[in-house]
């Protein structure tokens, strides 16, 4: 009986949401909207045995969950490819005209928030995950559930997976932001960050207020529906009672997507919400099944990535960073300005000859944008503003950490710190160690292993396993508490299971990038199999080259490095191969490349190493077989005959950006 009101509450109030929220086209008074909540709240009180996850009580949230647990995903979360210009547009339709036939395209706008897979059973939301590593992300249901436009019960009593994002409009944005001002918070970066922030908290009750909102986009299974595209797809999540981005098209060629793209690359700020592009997606779902995967992608969507926002401001000074390898990097301070939705107080002018090249100089008003979106950077100065007040940069000699000597190699731009004792340097191996392709110890970031490095107790890799015994002292720092440590503890505990890549990558070996690391953990399955590898046996495997091998040589015949691994290996952590499939780089394998001209980064040989390690061929001189010509400083004349022959070129950032994206 009571079980039978609750029931019969929770479907009145989700139809009353949907109406008002989804379809903006309330049905009920607000007086009776609340009666209905006040009686079911009552119920659920009095008969928790009956309180269901999909009930409308959660959206004002209020539970509260001790940890995200892990929650493998039935089908990956991938992330998509990108394309930048007109031309690589047209060569993904290329493909895939060859490939299916078809130039039948759904454009969308490519929301900027974060992902989430919204598992239905029997029409009931029963579980909402994050993308995670994209195999394996986190429960956030209890936050999920206060988001208004995702629907906890569906038209339909069916069992489906569906995925969408999760965003902040910019409105919500922009006033939350002034609330936290007022209150003297730390100011969220941009609305995704925003976003999610409030899907990862413990507390129901922060998302709850947060005003966050959803589209979705993507039903991984829509053969099972007895859907054959996937716009028809869209029209049936509208059917169940999801919001799907009202600005989507279907196009039979290209030209339509095209006009899209410009459209929108005009019209974006008009937009209530963030977007960072257009998500092209092949239409017809056996086509998109004909197409296939790579491990990273869908070979029938791709993302068209907006031209970074270009913006001016002032350098006040510049400074010098030095990372985990010892480069050193010049920053300019700049006068704070927002760029692409963050404020910007620093950006990375790479290295000497970078800001002698374009003449940048102190006091200089500079161009400065995003690269890739993320990593700000200085482009170039606005000469015709100078007013005589600009400084001359000037390279540094010692290392602003350590003071030892900096050393330039060879044809190469970048100055390092050779100290391996450095203190900046120590700290940033930490920090790689602990990031999401490495170990993914979450929680750590560069002010707290700051703090347990200026404190003693983080000095090297092993000590993160002895932190346990300092736990009461961690607890008595200022900022930590019980939660907190214990969290950060559990994290440490947890990386102990992780398969063999993801601690060889995390080790910092160098060249040893998150591909090379599972190629080398696949192919020897234990750290001692590795350590024991001989240069000739290494580079005999495909895709590991000289510069790879040696310098894997060259990091086991320290003792050191030995005696971190013996300690790790003690503490239990795992260093066998747990048996993840690794598979070629989409972009390299198997195309022809050629080098031109002086690259200021890596040395040519480097290059050529690292292209051949990802299963591309480096070859002398340009022809028709040629599939990229990657063009440095002062190119030769195969650069005028890659044009001839209209082959792609790709400058040095282009080639660096794409090197990282695939190790
Ligand atoms: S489709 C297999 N569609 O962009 C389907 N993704 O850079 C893959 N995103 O992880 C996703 N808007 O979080 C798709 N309309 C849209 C999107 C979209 C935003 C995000 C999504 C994805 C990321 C890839």
């Not at 906890?152 to 965003?167: C, H, T």
């Not at 409105?171 to 003297?184: I, P």
């Not at 195309?591 to 480097?606: C, D, M, P, Q």
């Amino acid at each position: 009986m009571v079980k039978k009101r609750i029931d019969e509450l929770i479907e009145i109030i989700n139809k009353a949401n949907y109406d008002y929220y989804v379809l903006d086209n309330p049905t009920i008074s607000d007086q009776e909207y609340d009666r209905y909540m006040q009686e079911l709240i009552k119920l659920e009180e009095k008969y928790p045995e009956y309180a269901r996850i999909d009930s409308p009580t959660k959206r004002v949230g209020g539970m509260v969950v001790e940890e995200f647990e892990k929650v493998a995903h039935k089908t990956p979360m991938l992330s998509l490819g990108n394309v930048f210009n007109e031309e690589e547009i047209m060569a993904f339709d290329e493909r895939i005209k060859k490939e299916v036939g078809s130039s039948a395209y759904v454009c969308e706008p490519k929301i900027d928030g974060l992902a989430v897979s919204l598992i239905y059973e029997k029409g009931r939301l029963v579980k909402s995950v994050t993308r995670g590593d994209g195999i394996t992300g986190e429960d956030v249901t209890h936050n999920v559930v206060t988001v208004k436009t995702i629907p906890l019960q569906l038209k339909e009593k069916i069992d489906i997976e569906v995925r969408g994002e999760i965003y902040m409009s910019k409105a919500v944005f922009e006033k939350l932001n002034k609330e936290r001002e007022a209150k003297g918070l730390p100011l969220f970066a941009n609305p995704r960050n925003a976003a999610s922030g409030s899907v990862r908290q413990l507390d129901s009750k922060i998302a709850a207020q947060r005003q966050l909102d959803c589209f979705v986009y993507h039903l991984p299974n829509a053969k099972d529906f007895n859907i054959n595209s996937h716009y028809e797809g869209l029209e049936y999540l509208k059917k169940l009672g999801f919001t799907v981005n009202p600005n989507i098209q279907k196009f039979d060629d290209i030209q339509g997507v095209l006009d899209y793209v410009e459209y929108w690359s005009q019209h974006r700020n008009k937009l209530e919400y963030e977007i960072d592009g257009i998500v092209i997606k092949v239409d017809n779902i056996e086509n998109q099944e004909k197409l296939g995967y790579t491990s990273k992608y869908p070979k029938w969507a791709t993302a068209f990535k907006f031209k970074a926002e270009e913006v001016t401001t002032r350098i006040k000074d510049i400074i010098f960073t030095v990372g985990r390898t010892g480069q050193v990097t010049p920053n300019a301070v700049l006068e704070p300005v927002r760029v692409a939705g963050t404020i910007v107080s620093k950006a990375t002018l790479h290295n000497e000859d970078y800001v002698l090249d374009r003449d940048i100089k102190i006091n200089d008003i500079v161009v400065v944008r995003k690269a890739g979106d993320v990593i700000p950077e200085v482009v170039r100065p606005v000469k015709e503003r100078r007013n005589g007040s600009q400084i001359d940069f000037k390279m540094i000699d010692k290392c602003p950490i350590c003071g030892s000597v900096l050393i330039k190699k060879e044809n190469m731009a970048a100055y390092y710190c050779e100290n391996e004792l450095c203190d900046a340097r120590k700290q940033e191996s930490l920090l790689h160690y602990v990031s999401r392709n490495a170990m993914n110890i979450e929680g750590f970031g560069e002010r707290i292993i700051e703090e347990f490095y200026n404190q003693g107790y983080l000095k090297k890799i092993s000590d993160f396993y002895k932190l346990k015994k300092y736990k009461k002292e961690l607890m008595e720092l200022e900022g930590f508490g019980e939660k907190s440590i214990n969290n950060l503890l559990e994290n440490i505990e947890n990386s102990k299971n992780n398969s063999l890549e993801k601690l060889l990558f995390g080790l910092g070996i160098r060249y040893v990038g998150n591909k090379t690391a599972k190629i080398l953990a696949s192919h020897f399955e234990n750290i001692d199999n590795l350590s024991k590898a001989t240069y000739e046996e290494l580079v005999e495997i495909n895709d590991i080259g000289d510069v790879i091998a040696k310098s894997v040589v060259d990091y086991f015949a320290s003792e050191e490095n030995l005696k971190l691994i013996d300690q790790l290996k003690e503490y239990g952590v795992n260093v066998k191969y747990l048996g993840v499939s690794t598979k070629e780089s989409e972009i390299f394998s198997g195309k022809n490349f050629v080098l031109t001209g002086t690259l200021s980064s890596i040395t040519r040989n480097e290059a050529k190493e690292l292209i051949e390690s990802l299963g591309g061929n480096v070859v002398g001189s340009v022809s028709k077989k040629t599939d990229v010509v990657i063009v440095g400083e002062n190119p030769g004349s195969k650069y005028e005959k890659a044009k001839e022959l209209n082959i792609v070129i790709w400058d040095e950032e282009k080639f660096i950006k794409y090197l990282n994206q695939e190790r």
